[in-house]
């Protein structure tokens, strides 16, 4: 049984009755009567409602923020009650792209699973993490933090990354001597939001997105390397994705006096008093396989 103010946690964070009701799996409309019970009880207006977006009134807010320390502070307590029992157990919702969920996040999940067999996870993989109240996730890991302030993001490590072609590319077009022959290049963008960024080398140099020619993104790496294999174009990418393919000649590395800089990649989680000990193990567990994957595929034993 939900009881009104588990429901009113939902709705603030969710932003909406309708997905509120979604991720509680009852009704809307019994989902409302149990926040008119409460805005009755309370003898106060806790919540604006419109079609587009509920939010809390002012008076509603305050109840959210005590609300919300009051009940992570009774989860903080009843962890340490059972510590001694298990030490992480629940459900665990986390949210990630394709690519570094098969990378970093499934071997860390399976891992806890096994030291914790009462921790149910679901891992959400897809372009779409950014909206943590909407998706109900406990903590997202993407590259680069959300704008969003009102969550928090801690970093995790760097992802090393190597600009790579084929040599059939590379005879037909040329080898890029400099950072600046790379213009004269036709490039493989993992979307349009790369085609944004500017390629930054570690001696400082950066490679401006307008200087950028491509003719195609594709949002998988695993595509992303097909064609780079079939000779489309380069890719600034993960080692992690190539080490092989360079090792065995199938690939080329460029520039290799003058790497680029990684990939960041961070946890973000909203800002609340507690963090659960499931939540915390995850990032830090995370934490250390990128760290490892860092070591052994450093861009030194290319």
């Known amino acids: 049984m939900i009881s009104s103010e588990q429901a009113f946690l939902q709705v603030v964070e969710a932003g909406s009755f309708k997905k509120a009701a979604e991720h509680l799996n009852i009704e809307a409309s019994s989902l409302s009567r149990k926040i008119a019970a409460l805005e009755s009880r309370l003898q106060v207006k806790l919540l604006y409602r419109s079609t587009a977006k509920t939010r809390p009134t002012e008076l509603g807010q305050t109840y959210y923020n005590g609300l919300r320390r009051t009940v992570d502070g009774q989860m903080a307590l009843e962890e340490e009650i059972i510590s001694g029992v298990s030490r992480i ?57 959300l704008s969003d302030s009102s969550l928090i993001a801690k970093f995790l490590g760097e992802i090393p990354r190597v600009l790579v072609a084929s040599p059939d590319y590379l005879e037909i077009r040329g080898v890029p001597e400099c950072p600046d022959d790379l213009i004269h290049h036709n490039f493989i963008l993992y979307s349009p939001a790369q085609a944004q960024s500017d390629i930054v080398f570690f001696d400082g140099v950066r490679l401006p997105c307008s200087k950028l020619g491509s003719n195609i993104a594709v949002n998988s790496l695993r595509s992303i390397h097909t064609l780079v294999i079939d000779g489309a174009g380069i890719h600034c990418g993960p080692v992690w994705l190539y080490e092989d393919d360079l090792k065995k000649g199938r690939l080329i590395r460029l520039l ?47």
């Open 256 to 302: 290799p006096s003058n790497p680029v800089t990684g990939f960041s990649v961070y946890a973000v989680y909203a800002s609340r008093s507690y963090l659960p000990k499931k939540t915390s193990e995850l990032i830090k567990q995370i934490s250390k396989q990128i760290e490892q994957n860092q070591k052994n595929m450093s861009c030194e034993t290319l």
């Open 89 to 145: 157990k629940g459900r665990l919702r986390i949210g990630s792209t394709v690519d570094l969920g098969d990378q970093f996040i499934v071997p860390v999940i399976r891992s806890m699973q096994k030291q914790a067999p009462e921790l149910s996870i679901e891992l959400m993989l897809g372009s779409d993490v950014d909206d943590l109240a909407e998706r109900n996730l406990d903590v997202a890991i993407r590259i680069g933090p």
